[in-house]
Each structure stands twice: as C-alpha cells, then as structure tokens.
C-alpha cells in the first residue's frame, strides 16, 4: 500500500517495506526516497460520435462549455465526428472521463438532442 506523507512523500507502508526494521518504526529519508515510485494510472479517451439531429453549433458549444476548447479547436473535434462518425474529445483518468461524458449527456437529453459521447480505455 501507498501512502501519502505530509511533506509530499510516497512512502510504502505494506508489509515487504524493507526500510521498516522488524519491532521498530519505519525509516524515512534518503531511503525512502529512492523508494519512491511513480503509479501512472490509466488514461480513457472520451469519444464524440456523429448524429444527424444536433446541430453543429450545439456539440461545438458542449466542446467549449464542458471541455475547455476554443471555437477553433471545438469545430475541427466537431467536423472529425461529422465527417468520419466520431472523434477523441479529449483523455482523461476514468473517473474524470465518465463523470464529463455524464455531464454532457444529461445536458444534451435536457436540450432534446440524441449526443453520444463514450469511454474507451487509451491503447
Ligand atoms: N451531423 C450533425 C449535423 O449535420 C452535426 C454533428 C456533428 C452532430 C458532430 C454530432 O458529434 C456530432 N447537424
């Protein structure tokens, strides 16, 4: 298991740490750090697919509004999707990606449009 300390440290605090002499309390320092590992997690795409009923001006706004685009950026994402059926929006950790692509999706339902947006995991 991995640990945040407080000075910004990964420590590791699992049984097989071997800077924890046995009966006494975990060393920390120099040892540790060369301990210190970097966990990259898992990166997921968020994907636009193309439909024949929201208008160009509604995904290019949803690009701008839930995404931080500019209008440039967001019409060339939007005409990808139109022109070959989707488009990457953006890559995000899955909890990020999921809860942006649920965000745009009640927004899109609450405004009558059918916009698809999904979660692919980053190959
Ligand atoms: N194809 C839509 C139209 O012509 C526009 C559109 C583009 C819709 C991209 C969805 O992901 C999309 N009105």
Do not use: C
Not at 17 to 30: A, F, L, T, V
Not at 42 to 68: G, M, P, S, W
């Amino acid at each position: 298991m991995w640990q945040l300390k407080d000075r910004g440290l990964i420590v590791a605090s699992d049984d097989k740490d071997k800077s924890k002499k046995p009966g006494g309390k975990r060393q920390e320092g120099i040892e540790v750090l060369e301990r210190q590992k970097t966990d990259t997690p898992k990166l997921f795409r968020v994907i636009l697919h193309n439909d024949d009923y929201t208008t160009q001006e509604f995904v290019t706004y949803v690009l701008q509004a839930f995404f931080r685009k500019d209008n440039t950026e967001a019409r060339q994402i939007m005409l990808k999707a139109h022109m070959t059926g989707k488009a990457i929006v953006a890559v995000y950790t899955r909890d990020v990606a999921e809860s942006k692509v649920q965000q745009v999706m009640d927004y899109a339902r609450k405004n009558e449009s059918p916009l698809l947006m999904t979660v692919e995991p980053e190959t």
